[in-house]
């Protein structure tokens, strides 16, 4: 599990159809309150979002 708020690049990017571009836009729009607002925030489109949300998390510390 990877945590959208802070996770690095390189993490990100281990995702499934995620490279630079879409690894800089998930950093750039944080904080997330739930990892839906990837797709609700324009940061990744649904599909792509479809292919890895059972490998992402928000993380509370």
Request: charged share 25%.
């Amino acid at each position: 599990m990877i945590d959208i708020n802070s996770g690095t690049l390189d993490q990100l990017k281990t995702l499934v159809g995620i490279g630079d571009t879409y690894a800089m836009r998930i950093m750039a729009a944080r904080p997330y309150q739930c990892a839906g607002e990837l797709v609700t925030k324009h940061v990744v489109p649904y599909r792509i979002y479809d292919k890895i949300r059972d490998h992402i998390a928000i993380i509370s510390k």
